[in-house]
């Protein structure tokens, strides 16, 4: 079995067993206050990192190359609340021109 | 959310899955931001269990979400078990900004059957479209779709001073880790950054003056 297929079976079963966890077996408790702040502020750390290594990240080694020009871009994007289909090709077309240039 | 679906799909065919792995993960894992991350995990290198681990990371959010829904999902056990697959961001902000029980659970469905709908024929269409495109993901600059898809996914989040300190500790410790971890383990160790947010600075509530980044 590929990895591929091992991470979604993994992933198939834990993720549904989050998602029924309440109305299956939990109810409407709710969680405890220190689990709740992890619970929010979980995803912040991972997507920072995710960025962050997709664009500098090359298996074992940081390489600065025209990624990072696109991910520059991206965020200024954001900042001026592009929506996200302009973000995207404005930070692909921004990673292109930097290679062409390059 | 389509063209996100199309940015996933293209990921999937990047990393070299084949077409029902990438639809698998948009139908049986129905996890946006989860999915991303296990692809590009194991685009990279990463283990099984890195990729495995860091994708369900994400997802314990949903756990939350479970219980704010639970009792407009109330019903026989297998309708609530069929529901909780729809347990996503979207279906969960709809739902929850009714008041009336009976909305909520009707806004919960609607808008998930609907992100469920257009997330698979979107992840279909992008990887038919980019599975062969080889150095034209290059030469278009679409290896910098991911960092910028994960830069839009976390932007809304840095609304507050704790989430951008979290970010900032989590970015921190995976670029530390690049050089010296196998691929994967940085994006998973980068979960300690919600401990360090927690400590550091000592002082709450921080200005949000000072903190504002970019």
């Not at chain 1, 080694?61 to 991206?74: C, P, S, W």
């Amino acid at each position: 079995m590929s990895a591929a297929t091992s991470v979604l079976i993994i992933m198939t079963v834990g993720t549904y067993a989050l998602k029924s966890a309440g109305p299956l077996v939990l109810g409407d408790r709710s969680l405890p206050v220190r689990m709740q702040q992890v619970v929010d502020l979980l995803p912040a750390a991972l997507l920072a990192a995710l960025a962050i290594v997709s664009t500098v990240g090359d298996g074992e080694q940081i390489v600065l190359d025209a990624r990072l020009v696109g991910l520059v871009v991206a965020g200024l994007a954001l900042w001026r609340r592009a929506p996200f289909v302009l973000v995207i090709v404005l930070a692909s077309a921004a990673t292109a021109f930097a290679r062409l240039v390059a | 959310m389509a063209p996100f679906g199309i940015v996933f799909g293209a990921a999937a065919a990047t990393a070299g899955l084949n077409m029902w792995q990438a639809v698998g993960y948009s139908a049986l894992v129905f996890g946006g931001s989860s999915q991303f991350a296990a692809v590009e995990i194991l685009g990279d290198g990463g283990s099984v269990a890195s990729a495995a681990i860091a994708g369900l990371l994400l997802n314990v959010r949903s756990l939350a979400f479970g219980v704010i829904m639970a009792r407009a999902l109330a019903g026989p056990w297998w309708q609530r078990a069929a529901m909780s697959q729809l347990m996503i961001d979207e279906s969960t902000a709809v739902g929850a900004a009714q008041e009336d029980l009976r909305w909520r659970r009707y806004g919960y469905l609607v808008a998930g059957l609907g992100v469920f709908g257009v997330w698979n024929l979107t992840t279909v269409i992008g990887f038919a479209v980019f599975s062969d495109a080889g150095d034209l993901i290059t030469d278009l600059g679409l290896d910098a779709a991911g960092p910028a898809a994960f830069l839009a996914l976390l932007w809304p989040r840095l609304v507050s001073p704790a989430q951008r300190r979290t970010a900032i500790a989590g970015a921190l410790i995976a670029l530390a880790l690049i050089p010296v971890a196998p691929p994967g383990v940085p994006i998973l160790a980068s979960m300690f950054g919600v401990a360090v947010a927690a400590v550091w600075p000592p002082t709450e509530p921080a200005s949000p003056v000072d903190e504002v980044s970019s």
